[in-house]
Every structure is written in structure tokens, then in C-alpha cells.
């Protein structure tokens, strides 16, 4: 495998690869082989908990005019950190991520023999094109049927276009990607009123997952404001899992936060992809149903540092804009009804309010990732309530 290939004599001289260059490539090559790839965990929590069921009841028995009627009992949510905890040996992820390194490297050795030019590009970085030139897909307006497809030649990202690689690199750029639906007159509430609940929404999550402050691990200010004060079990939890983190109180859960001292973001773009839509609720007002996926390349922070990882996270919101004249609530804020989390390449059980990337150059540690590896990138895949806790794995990152 280290054995350089030979250069056809039709080939030019600016296909031809320098010694130098070669050997780092076969060094990099082999030692991705050798070392296992990250552990790519998801995480999940919801946030439908009885308390929350007590509080509608309660907020809509004293509605002005009229009696509210009690709401049917809602299966009691979740309430936990991340999840696909541990479930199986380390032994078993790395021989499933070896397996897929190998692919990897076996056709980097095939392109460069076919390639010289190209597979020098991927060894330095210069794609010769000075940026991301891909096409970008147009907006979201239902689920996917499928996964997007694999590249025959995946690329590694760089600093310079840290989505090569990715279908993230078709992603729209930061809150260009969570576009609005057309509002319309719904559930008591009129079309300015539903327009206004979308725009707060959208509000919520530009705060909770691309702000650059709440990024860097600073306090959501403008997301939490949001939230209707009277849910008191709903601030009151956030407010802890921001101040003092834990397994059963982690903000993750509702915030993407990086610790600044262990990585930085590449740049100043995440891509963005995902829907909203909303629906009369069952009782009072709106329910605005948000599903997006964050793409976030990251560097250790290290001065110096080359390698670009990235952290996926896709997060579900649920929030009701109730109708005022049947449930007591307070204007111009959201009632949130559920919210749920799957996060790719973030160490497991690591609670201290951050997520943690992995790198190809570290060593793995804490609980092994196991099981049948999931594209973070498949929008078409539901998240179940049911789905099982644990470290799991990725296809790709």
C-alpha cells in the first residue's frame, strides 16, 4: 500500500506527485486505518412531562369566559441526557469503523493512480476552485424519501471549505436555511397572530443553535425570553442545566454549546436544513411543529490546529401559541410542548453542558459506540420516542 504507483508516460508533468507529498499522503492514509474513527453518538430528550400537562390544565381552567375542559392524559415524556448510551464493547465499533477506513483508504490509492492531480488536491487542500461552489438545494417543504447519496470519492474537509465532503455543503447558510411557512388564520388566532408564532419560533432557534454567544457556551438570553414565564418547571430547568449541568439537567438538550477553550467554529457559517410547519391544536391556538439539522465544523483550539471535525445536530421543537380567550397565557410568548435532540460526533456521557467533537488524531475514550450506524445526514428517519438510549454509530460525519 505505501508503494508509490508508477506515472504513465502520457501523464505531464503537473500530474506527477513529489515524493514528499506522496509519503504524507501514505502516512495519513495508513494511519486512519490504524486508529478508529470517532465515536459518533446521538442524543435525545423530550420535554412532555406530566408537569408541563398540569400547567396547560391549569393555565386553561383559568381562561376568561370560558370553563376549559381537562386535556386527555399525554403519555409522560422524557426527561434525560443524551442518549445511545453504551451497549456494547469497544472491540465491536472498531471493527465496524475499521472496515469502513479501509474502504476509504483502499480508494484513495485507486484515485491517485487514476489521478495524480486530484488526489493531490485532497492532500493540500486546494481544490483549485478557491471555495465551495455547490449547488444549493432548494427549500424543505415535506420530509425526504431517502438519504442523500454517498460521494464515490468523499472529500476531507478543509479550513478553507470545511463541508467538502458533506451534503451539508448544499445546505442553506445559517438562519437562511429555517424559512417560514405561509401563515394563515387557525385555531382562533389570526393570520398576523400565526405569522407572528412562526416568526418567534424561528427566533428560538436562531438563538438556541446559531447564535455565536450561545455557541461559544454564552446564556441564550433572547431564546429563553421567548418562552411564556408562566411555564415556571420549563424555565426553571433550563435555567439550571445553563448554571449547574448535569446527567438529568443537560442543555444540550435545547442549546448547541462548545466549550471555547477545548474548539473553535471554522468560519462563520453552519449550515442549516429542515421544515416548519404548524397545525390547529386540539384545544387552543397553534402548535408549530420545527425540525432542522445544524451542521457545525469545528478545530481544536489549539493555535495551529488543521483538522476540521463536524458535529451534527439535528433538533425538533414543538411550541403552542395558544388562543387567549380559552387559555391563560402571555402575550407575544410560547408555550413549549416538546423538544428532542439527535447529536452525530459528541463524546457519550459527558454532561458538563458541552458538545465534545472528536478527532481522527485522538484517542477514543469514555463508552464505546455500537449497533447498526445511522446517516445524521437522513432526514427521511423519524425520531422515535421509543428509540433506544445508548453510544451509537455514523455512517459519516
Same mark, same amino acid.
Given at each position: 500500500?505505501?508503494?508509490?504507483?508508477?506515472?504513465?508516460?502520457?501523464?505531464?508533468?503537473?500530474?506527477?506527485?513529489?515524493?514528499?507529498?506522496?509519503?504524507?499522503?501514505?502516512?495519513?492514509?495508513?494511519?486512519?486505518?490504524?486508529?478508529?474513527?470517532?465515536?459518533?453518538?446521538?442524543?435525545?430528550?423530550?420535554?412532555?412531562?406530566?408537569?408541563?400537562?398540569?400547567?396547560?390544565?391549569?393555565?386553561?381552567?383559568?381562561?376568561?369566559?370560558?370553563?376549559?375542559?381537562?386535556?386527555?392524559?399525554?403519555?409522560?415524556?422524557?426527561?434525560?441526557?443524551?442518549?445511545?448510551?453504551?451497549?456494547?464493547?469497544?472491540?465491536?465499533?472498531?471493527?465496524?469503523?475499521?472496515?469502513?477506513?479501509?474502504?476509504?483508504?483502499?480508494?484513495?490509492?485507486?484515485?491517485?493512480?487514476?489521478?495524480?492531480?486530484?488526489?493531490?488536491?485532497?492532500?493540500?487542500?486546494?481544490?483549485?476552485?478557491?471555495?465551495?461552489?455547490?449547488?444549493?438545494?432548494?427549500?424543505?417543504?415535506?420530509?425526504?424519501?431517502?438519504?442523500?447519496?454517498?460521494?464515490?470519492?468523499?472529500?476531507?474537509?478543509?479550513?478553507?471549505?470545511?463541508?467538502?465532503?458533506?451534503?451539508?455543503?448544499?445546505?442553506?447558510?445559517?438562519?437562511?436555511?429555517?424559512?417560514?411557512?405561509?401563515?394563515?388564520?387557525?385555531?382562533?388566532?389570526?393570520?398576523?397572530?400565526? #405569522?407572528?408564532?412562526?416568526?418567534?419560533?424561528?427566533?428560538?432557534?436562531?438563538?438556541?443553535?446559531?447564535?455565536?454567544?450561545?455557541?461559544?457556551?454564552?446564556?441564550?438570553?433572547?431564546?429563553? #425570553?421567548?418562552?411564556?414565564?408562566?411555564?415556571?418547571?420549563?424555565?426553571?430547568?433550563?435555567?439550571?442545566?445553563?448554571?449547574?449541568?448535569?446527567?438529568?439537567?443537560?442543555?444540550?438538550?435545547?442549546?448547541?454549546?462548545?466549550?471555547?477553550?477545548?474548539?473553535?467554529?471554522?468560519?462563520?457559517?453552519?449550515?442549516?436544513?429542515?421544515?416548519?410547519?404548524?397545525?390547529?391544536?386540539?384545544?387552543?391556538?397553534?402548535?408549530?411543529?420545527?425540525?432542522?439539522?445544524?451542521?457545525?465544523?469545528?478545530?481544536?483550539?489549539?493555535?495551529?490546529?488543521?483538522?476540521?471535525?463536524?458535529?451534527?445536530?439535528?433538533?425538533?421543537?414543538?411550541?403552542?401559541?395558544?388562543?387567549?380567550?380559552?387559555?391563560?397565557?402571555?402575550?407575544?410568548?410560547?408555550?413549549?410542548?416538546?423538544?428532542?435532540?439527535?447529536?452525530?460526533?459528541?463524546?457519550?456521557?459527558?454532561?458538563?453542558?458541552?458538545?465534545?467533537?472528536?478527532?481522527?488524531?485522538?484517542?477514543?475514550?469514555?463508552?464505546?459506540?455500537?449497533?447498526?450506524?445511522?446517516?445524521?445526514?437522513?432526514?427521511?428517519?423519524?425520531?422515535?420516542?421509543?428509540?433506544?438510549?445508548?453510544?451509537?454509530?455514523?455512517?459519516?460525519?
Amino acid at each position: 500500500m505505501s508503494e508509490k504507483p508508477p506515472i504513465s508516460k502520457e501523464s505531464s508533468g503537473d500530474d506527477s506527485l513529489p515524493d514528499e507529498i506522496w509519503e504524507q499522503f501514505v502516512r495519513d492514509t495508513e494511519q486512519d486505518i490504524r486508529k478508529s474513527a470517532p465515536k459518533e453518538p446521538s442524543a435525545r430528550a423530550r420535554m412532555v412531562t406530566e408537569r408541563l400537562r398540569k400547567e396547560q390544565e391549569a393555565a386553561q381552567g383559568g381562561a376568561r369566559g370560558r370553563k376549559g375542559k381537562k386535556r386527555p392524559a399525554e403519555p409522560e415524556g422524557w426527561r434525560t441526557g443524551p442518549a445511545w448510551r453504551e451497549m456494547d464493547g469497544r472491540a465491536g465499533r472498531r471493527r465496524r469503523m475499521w472496515g469502513v477506513l479501509g474502504v476509504l483508504a483502499a480508494a484513495g490509492v485507486l484515485l491517485v493512480a487514476l489521478n495524480p492531480s486530484r488526489a493531490l488536491s485532497l492532500v493540500t487542500g486546494d481544490s483549485g476552485s478557491g471555495g465551495e461552489a455547490t449547488a444549493q438545494l432548494p427549500p424543505e417543504t415535506a420530509a425526504p424519501t431517502a438519504a442523500p447519496s454517498f460521494a464515490d470519492d468523499p472529500d476531507r474537509p478543509t479550513l478553507k471549505e470545511p463541508f467538502r465532503g458533506s451534503p451539508a455543503a448544499q445546505y442553506a447558510d445559517g438562519a437562511a436555511g429555517i424559512e417560514l411557512p405561509e401563515a394563515t388564520a387557525l385555531g382562533g388566532l389570526s393570520k398576523e397572530q400565526v #405569522a407572528a408564532a412562526l416568526a418567534r419560533t424561528r427566533d428560538v432557534l436562531i438563538d438556541a443553535d446559531l447564535n455565536p454567544g450561545t455557541l461559544r457556551g454564552g446564556r441564550p438570553e433572547a431564546a429563553l #425570553a421567548l418562552i411564556d414565564p408562566l411555564q415556571h418547571d420549563v424555565l426553571g430547568d433550563l435555567t439550571t442545566a445553563l448554571a449547574k449541568p448535569d446527567k438529568e439537567h443537560d442543555p444540550l438538550n435545547f442549546f448547541s454549546r462548545f466549550d471555547p477553550n477545548k474548539v473553535r467554529l471554522v468560519g462563520d457559517v453552519i449550515k442549516t436544513r429542515g421544515r416548519m410547519t404548524f397545525s390547529k391544536d386540539a384545544r387552543s391556538g397553534v402548535v408549530v411543529h420545527a425540525d432542522y439539522t445544524f451542521v457545525y465544523p469545528v478545530v481544536k483550539a489549539a493555535p495551529g490546529s488543521q483538522e476540521v471535525a463536524r458535529t451534527i445536530v439535528r433538533r425538533i421543537l414543538d411550541v403552542q401559541a395558544p388562543d387567549p380567550s380559552v387559555m391563560r397565557s402571555t402575550a407575544g410568548k410560547l408555550w413549549i410542548t416538546n423538544y428532542d435532540v439527535d447529536i452525530a460526533n459528541s463524546q457519550c456521557a459527558v454532561y458538563d453542558g458541552y458538545l465534545h467533537p472528536e478527532f481522527a488524531d485522538e484517542t477514543p475514550s469514555g463508552p464505546s459506540p455500537s449497533g447498526s450506524a445511522l446517516d445524521p445526514y437522513d432526514r427521511s428517519r423519524d425520531l422515535k420516542r421509543d428509540r433506544p438510549e445508548g453510544c451509537g454509530l455514523v455512517s459519516r460525519t
